[in-house]
């Protein structure tokens, strides 16, 4: 009924999770339900989207320190005790007692499919209560290994646990399907699985980096750097035909959602900004402000949604992270986006 299952766990002492992992040849086109966190930073095409109005949600998670192993406590006095380092989100198909079960067997390239899963909770049964996260009980994300075709989606309830999305996947390759979702009562997380479509898979290199994306007449610009260990200010400032945009509309319960993804695991990370419409000192436009902090250098895949004029669209960035500045480097912005598509979206 479903496709083959592979779980791994990876326990990785990172701080918040990105990812993105590349592979070329011939795939099967099964759905594996598989965590994976393949190694190696590479540099990667940036792309804008539009679509309609229709989905959003993240997350921002710690790491144990192990103690000091030099500084051992005197006999007869409390050991310290190491905390078990964070597994980044979205790089396991299990966590916490929580599973994610696919229930489609296939997808084709560039066929519609009624894409189902399903949550297993701890107790062996499916869950069908969840908490409302930025206005939806799960988000679905979905973007190919070499960081490309990125689908922000909204899956519907069936009954019996079941939850169904129309889904199109444009091309074949190794894509990555997260999760995002607070069962009622429960805390939040980001699971993850593999979705195999068949064909010639011909990964893309990622681009140089740049400090501008562009979405049809819209031009973001990213101000600001990703310091490994550090938390950064990052701004994004939207502008169509070259005025200032100043009447964003809300999205979600946000004037923008940010995904990061790590380039050679696919760790992931959804941030959301500074302020929210309607709380009296957030405007509506150009600048969006997020706060995001990377657990390593390397390369990182930024994905803007944003809604104008009824339509959201997604602006894509690589960041590559800066020297930290207290160590002697300047902190300056590596993100490149170029080019604009149509992608398919959930309700």
Not at 127 to 141: C, G, R, S, T, W
Not at 188 to 215: C, I, N, Q
Not at 258 to 265: K, P, Q, S, Y
Request: aromatic share 6%; net charge negative; no cysteine.
């Amino acid at each position: 009924m479903n496709g083959a299952m592979r779980v791994g766990a990876y326990a990785l002492g990172l701080v918040v999770v990105f990812g993105g992992a590349l592979g070329t040849g011939r795939m099967a086109g099964s759905v594996a339900s598989t965590a994976e966190a393949t190694r190696g930073p590479a540099q990667g095409p940036a792309q804008g989207t539009d679509r309609d109005a229709g989905q959003g949600a993240g997350r921002h998670t710690g790491h144990g320190a192990a103690p000091d192993a030099g500084n051992a406590a005197p006999p007869g006095t409390a050991q310290p005790t190491a905390r078990a380092p964070v597994v980044p989100g979205g790089l396991q198909i299990s966590q916490g007692g929580y599973s994610l079960l696919p229930e489609t067997d296939e997808v084709k390239a560039g066929e519609r499919t009624d894409f189902r899963f399903s949550v297993i909770g701890p107790d062996g049964h499916p869950v069908d209560e969840f908490a409302v996260q930025h206005d939806k009980k799960l988000h679905f994300i979905v973007v190919r290994r070499d960081l490309t075709g990125f689908q922000h989606l909204h899956p519907v309830q069936k009954g019996g646990g079941i939850w169904s999305v129309p889904l199109e996947l444009p091309s074949a390759g190794e894509y990555r399907a997260f999760a995002d979702f607070a069962p009622e009562g429960g805390r939040a997380m980001t699971l993850g699985m593999d979705l195999s479509v068949a064909g010639d898979y011909r990964p893309e290199p990622l681009a140089v980096p740049a400090g501008t994306a562009k979405v049809g007449d819209y031009t973001v610009t990213l101000t600001g750097g990703l310091v490994a260990g550090r938390t950064s200010m990052l701004t994004l400032s939207i502008a169509e035909d070259g005025r200032p945009v100043t009447d964003l509309q809300p999205y979600l319960a946000a004037y923008g959602h940010l995904v990061a993804l790590r380039d050679g695991d696919l760790a992931y990370l959804h941030v959301h900004p500074d302020g929210a419409p309607g709380d009296g000192r957030t405007a509506p436009g150009p600048d969006i402000t997020f706060y995001a902090e990377v657990p390593s250098s390397g390369t990182y895949r930024l994905f803007l949604d944003f809604q104008h004029a009824g339509t959201v669209r997604t602006a894509v960035f690589t960041a590559v992270t800066a020297p930290d500045p207290e160590a002697g480097g300047a902190t300056t912005p590596a993100e490149d986006a170029h080019g604009s598509h149509e992608h398919g979206h959930g309700p």
